[in-house]
């Protein structure tokens, strides 16, 4: 079996893993598995050692999420990869049990159980990326309630200039490892290493790490703490509640997380602010799985007010939702249905002021689903109008929110809505081409491997060619450039916008040459 595996992995940049799920190993009474594990060791094979059967410490990580700038660089760092390629790996191959506070949709602003986890955990490990205000925030307040076992992380991230951390804790012993935009198999394993003699210490409780611990007399201070008394029966409802529903979804097994929406239809002790925003988390966990249906049915009991922060993410995932299940419709009639509730929610986030590159985004992606049924059946007046009206959304999102994505599809829409070429269509598309350009290549400054700032530049690159008649080898060049820093479900998109523009007047075999570019790029 390492045989085989290593032959996959050889000529690639991957490198071999070997995960294995196992007991405490008894030296006395040794198994498979764990013949696998010093074969694969003594190879010099990377091994992470899951147990199913143990007493787990608990940690909570402090960390920055999504795409950030730093402060101190001014460059752009997706921080997530970091959490699922290093940070996830080491504590479950540590056996620690683990949360994070960004992975619950919260209905105020720091819930007690973010507090609580801080607070409680056994061991905190903290990512300093981006200099993150709320990572500085959550921080302090574990210095305060706990006196030792918080790790302190500064990644180097390739390409951006080391930076040390801020003044006011550069005294505490601070860990670090070097990753990419993306974690490539050998950065994540060379951290993983580097950090794992970091968290055994830790958790051992040999030493105090807390500023606040080392210079005041906080003796008395002892965990685990508890809530005041008169909140207590509340905010546990309201912590049980957070745990079942987060459990459910970090499961991604879709009858979890309908059997949570179950109970939680008839928890006690859970006010219909935090009741609402769980059914809203459920959903969008539901959608990630594919479950249009049963997302619909939770999106449906969980309206906020305009006046709730939650309303624009309902209502944009309510679009999201709604366009989905009008795609898997066979009905055209249901699925016109279908599309035409996405259409009432966008202009219900128009009207309550969300104007910005997401709605009009989404509006423009619902327009393309309803062209696609024009191609066949449908009047060739019906498929113009609805190509100016993607350009009004299109424009209207990148007036009010400028972005290379919604300039790029803007130009589409422009070149494919059969606008007569005069000066008016040349000053406006030459505009938008030079505003998106210039977004673009600040995303690339920021982010030279980032696969949709690469992959807009090339589409950027064909529309001009198209427009100017001049051959398209560089947008060739650049989505062959694209690619090798691209995902499946990325190209993926990338085939379809192509193909979207075959099927609506661009020349195929122009087009066609572009599909095997990319094939033969991957």
Known sequence: MLDDARALAEGTDERLWVITIRPTPNPEEPTVTDNLVLRAEER????????????????????????????????????????????????????????????????????????????????????LTAANFNVAYELGVRHIFADRSTVLVNPHVEGQARHAPPFDINMIRIHSFVRGQSISDMQAEDAIKALRPVVRRATAELEIDSPAHSWFDLAAVKRP????????????????????????????????????????????GVHEGLRR?????????????????????????????????????????????????????????????LWRTARGYLEDAETAGYVDSETYGSWGGLLKRELELQL?????????????????????????????????????????????????????????????????????????????ALATRAELTLHECLESGRPIDEAAEQFAEAVRHGRADQIRSTKYQLNFLARHGDPEEVIERLRLVIEQAR
């Not at 944009?316 to 366009?323: D, F, L, T």
């Not at 350009?391 to 130009?411: I, M």
Request: aromatic content about 8%; some cysteine.
């Open 44 to 127: 010099g094979h990377f091994t992470l050692d899951l147990s199913p059967i143990h007493d787990q410490l608990s940690a909570f990580i402090v960390m920055p999420y999504g795409v950030k700038k730093d402060v101190r660089s001014g460059k752009k760092v997706d921080c997530d990869p970091a959490f699922h390629r290093i940070y996830r790996p080491l504590l479950e191959d540590a056996d620690i049990s683990w949360n994070r506070a960004d992975l619950e949709t919260d209905s105020g602003i720091i819930h007690s159980g973010m507090i609580a986890a801080l607070a409680n955990s056994d061991l905190a490990l903290v990512d």
């Open 277 to 337: 925003s769980l059914r809203i988390e459920l959903a969008i966990g539901l959608h990630a799985e594919e479950d249009y249906a049963d997302a619909r049915a939770l999106l449906e009991l969980s309206q906020p007010g305009l006046d709730d922060p939650l309303h624009r993410v309902w209502l944009q995932e309510c679009v999201m939702v709604y366009r989905r299940l009008g795609e898997d419709e066979r009905d055209p009639v249901a699925r016109q249905g």
């Open 376 to 452: 066949d059946n449908g009047d060739p007046a019906v498929a113009k109008n609805l190509f100016r009206e993607m350009a009004e959304k299109y424009r209207a999102g990148f007036e009010g929110d400028p972005s290379f994505y919604t300039g790029v599809n803007l130009l589409m829409a422009l070149r494919l809505s059969g606008r007569d070429r005069d000066e008016s269509f040349r000053e406006e598309f030459n505009e938008i081409l030079t505003v998106s350009r210039f977004l673009n290549k600040i995303a690339i400054a920021d982010g030279p491997t980032d696969y949709w």
């Open 225 to 268: 703490f508890s809530q005041l008394s008169q909140l207590t029966a509340a905010l546990t409802a309201e912590n049980g509640a957070r745990e079942k529903i987060g459990l459910a979804i970090k499961s991604s097994d879709p009858d979890a997380m309908k059997a949570a929406a179950e109970w939680l239809s008839n928890a006690t």
